[in-house]
């Protein structure tokens, strides 16, 4: 069975990518994971704060001060440390590692991308997470500010850029082609929002972190559906992968690839072998050979009019109620 995929313009071998995560902290887990069948690694981010405001942040446009970001030597991987570890993984693994930038404003930290190619990253995936707090900043602001950010890191690299977006745009669909006119040569959707939780005992505000569960993958299916057909870069489902039955659903719906954490860190990185058979017992029993045959089937091509077709599927969904 030919699971080959092609991502960022990257010859994948299959359509597993190991997202965002710690798991690249490690040279030796990361190799686990090429072993067990991940076909590309993404990096945890850098973030924007790191290469600006440190080694001592100061207070932040958006009203934050230096005691709400960790110190220096809290960030699991500083600057200079991040591109050693490309280097490490370039020199351990077979299949493309692709560091991540996380940032929400054009700045000076956009050239570090530089040394990340030269260090040997074979991909970047920029990561933009903005909750805009300021009611006098306009949502066009905020897009034009990204595709900027898009349009200065893929004209100055010679490595394809990914750019992962949230779900919270008026028209996810008009952002989608706009970065791609800006250069981006994928999109990977969607970024997870880590949403506080209050401690009433302590009268605190406190982070948590939860893993993600298959049902969040409705929302990215939805919105590959309505990509699919408007874009020719590539697409990536990020959260809510959990199942082989979850890969076969977005590639149906028009993935070129899926990005796992969560699942590895529940179950291990050897879950993608039992992923990467459950894909090809599908393909057989359904006379594919290869994820082209039927990547996008599914997505709103087939529509005539897609924006109708929303409505009424969200009407029959509320007329199936019944008491």
Partial sequence: MNLETSYLGLALRSPFVVGASPFCDDVYVARKLQDAGAAAVVMRSLFEEQLELLPHPTPSGDGATVADYPEYADYQLVPEAYLRQVERLKNTLTIPVIASLNGCHPGTWIEFARRLESAGADAIELNFYHVVTD???????VETEMLETVGILAGSLNIPVAVKLSPYHASVAQLAVALELAGAAGVTIFNRFYQPEINIDDIKVQPQLHLSES??????LRWLAILAPLLRCSLAATGGVHTSADVV?????????????????????????TMRQGLEKWMGEHGYT?????????NLERCRDPENYERANYIRVLQSWKV
């Fill in 135 to 141: 009611p006098s900043i306009a949502a066009d602001q």
């Fill in 215 to 220: 049902h969040e993958l409705l929302l990215r």
């Fill in 249 to 273: 659903k977005a590639l149906l719906t028009g993935a070129h690839a899926v990005q796992v954490v969560s699942v590895l860190l529940k179950h291990g990185p050897f879950v993608l072998a």
């Fill in 290 to 298: 290869e994820i082209d045959q039927f990547r996008g089937l599914l």
